[in-house]
């Protein structure tokens, strides 16, 4: 008698998670559930751009919908499908259904972030297919002005902090690409940035290994 009340009390509830993400890159949100048998998940993907144009933002929403109570774990991790490569960026969210179908849910904040580490190539690869970035060159000031990649901001390596970080780099989630000169400096501020709270970090290495034109 109570598992058949139990039953019929249940009633699917639905939760919506939105991410920004740029689709016409090639790089997609796609979802992971460590249990198929507590919710299901439904996706959507809207352009924000007009038609035809180039780099514009893509918005993701995942429907997580109740089938039965219980916890499951639901990964989404930002990514190319076809690259076997760590995901640009990962979110874990903790989802518990209770009898009722109820469903509640809160984002694993116990992820230490890192940075991604890629070549120059792929790093310029990168920020060919996307407009929304800043490029950091972390070499000092001297080094700066005999020639730097054009478009990149100065922000060196020695004299970086946090409020310093956050004045020049007020988004979080922004997407970063760091340089320097071979590539020691970059991973030491691209760690401080993750330090700080930032989450879409791509150090590129040195300018050494650059092959393209330089800006005085």
Known sequence: MSSCTSQKSFKSDSVTIELKGNSSTGYTWEAV???????????DV???GDEGMVGAPS???FTVRSLSSGSTILTLEYKRPWEEKEPLEKKIYNINVDERGKITMEENQNIKLTYKSVSMDEGLKMMAESSDYILLDVR???EFASGHIPGAVLFTNE?????DAEKLLPNKNQRIFVYCRSGRRSKEASQK?????????IEIGGILDYKGDIER
């Open 33 to 43: 559930l460590a249990s198929e048998n507590i919710v299901e998940i439904s996706k």
């Open 46 to 48: 809207k352009y924000l």
């Open 59 to 61: 918005m993701f929403y």
């Open 140 to 142: 000092r000031p001297d």
């Open 159 to 163: 004299l970086m902090t946090k409020e």
């Open 193 to 201: 940035l993750v330090d700080y709270g930032y989450s879409n970090v």
